[in-house]
């Protein structure tokens, strides 16, 4: 796992170089805050379980309450996608892999249609965006976190290995 390295705080980053070399270049994209999310939700039903088991005449609300827990959890697992990015310049493709819990989804795009790649800016959140010459793009990950420098960083990789036009704020070029 990569952390921050010019702050004094140590954050998980989610999205991270995995292999650079001159044919391939290899990102993954991991929901680290949707799983620490998911930890204090099983904390907190494991909280709930244990304070209220004694308490008869509220035991509809200790159900309730874990049901909605469950509900929670749930939800933000089906939600967390693990997302693997490759371009190949040998094959000439950029193939984008999206696992989560219900299956994986493979999505393969010819490296010749990537004509920019940037950050896209939504307050003092970023993602990372490829943009297409057919105007359609995608979203890597595909919610926005404030890790910036991280970001940059992958964009000025990404825009490097493919020897195209880096952008630093698309806030106004692309919506969602």
């Not at 940059?152 to 290995?161: R, Y």
Request: aromatic share 14%.
């Amino acid at each position: 796992m990569y952390f921050l390295q010019d702050t004094n705080i140590r954050i998980p980053i989610a999205i991270e170089i995995v292999r650079l070399t001159p044919t391939q270049l290899l990102l993954r994209v991991r929901p680290i805050y949707l799983w620490l999310v998911g930890i204090f939700v099983a904390i907190a039903a494991l909280y709930l379980i244990i304070s209220y088991r004694y308490e008869v005449e509220q035991l509809w609300l200790l159900y309730l309450l874990l049901g909605g827990w469950l509900v929670l959890t749930f939800l933000f697992l089906i939600s967390s996608e693990v997302i693997t990015c490759r371009f190949d310049k040998v094959l000439g493709m950029m193939t984008l892999k999206q696992k989560t819990l219900l299956g994986t989804k493979v999505t393969k795009y010819p490296l010749w249609e990537i004509r920019q790649v940037g950050l896209d800016k939504l307050v003092s959140s970023y993602r990372v965006v490829i943009l297409f010459h057919n105007g359609n793009y995608v979203f890597l990950p595909g919610y926005y976190s404030s890790e910036k420098k991280t970001k940059q960083h992958v964009v000025l990789s990404i825009a490097k290995f493919l020897n195209i036009e880096a952008l630093f704020d698309l806030s106004l070029a692309v919506k969602s």
